[in-house]
């Protein structure tokens, strides 16, 4: 990440445990005690630092998946998971953008395998087939 306004560039690392670490006090202060205000602030920062962890949360469906140990309902928990991913990705493009920061090469090549990762809810691949080879007779 670059810092358009003072120069900076901050590490991915760096960035992650920031937008994840400045969510959690707002957060957790409840809408009892927090204006609405400082909710609404912090809702994007809180939705961008959970990219990651949902990254991981689906690398781990899918390795329940791949071990068929599949409870009932995974393969909608799975793109569920798939979903607020790509929710968190768009709103970390919306934070970045109000925060004027530009995103470097790594962010792109971390967006780039996040899609990657996640395509195949999206793309019904093992059943997909050639353009060039008949339909499958039954």
């Known amino acids: 990440m670059k810092d358009n306004q003072r120069g900076h560039s901050y590490g991915g690392w760096y960035c992650a445990a920031i937008t994840l670490a400045q969510s959690m006090p707002r957060a957790n202060l409840g809408i009892t005690r927090a204006r609405l ?72 090549l971390w967006i780039g395998g996040i899609l990657l990762i996640i395509s195949p809810e999206f793309f019904d691949l093992p059943n997909m087939r050639p353009r060039n080879l008949p339909a499958p007779s039954r």
Do not use: Q, T
């Open 37 to 108: 205000r400082d909710i609404v602030e912090g809702l994007p920062f809180l939705i961008d630092g959970w990219v990651n962890p949902f990254v991981m949360i689906y690398l781990v469906l899918v390795a329940f998946h791949l071990s068929k140990a599949e409870f009932r309902g995974a393969r909608h928990v799975r793109r569920a998971v798939a979903y607020a991913v790509l929710i968190c990705v768009i709103d970390c493009w919306i934070v970045m953008a109000i925060c004027g920061l530009f995103p470097l090469i790594g962010h792109l």
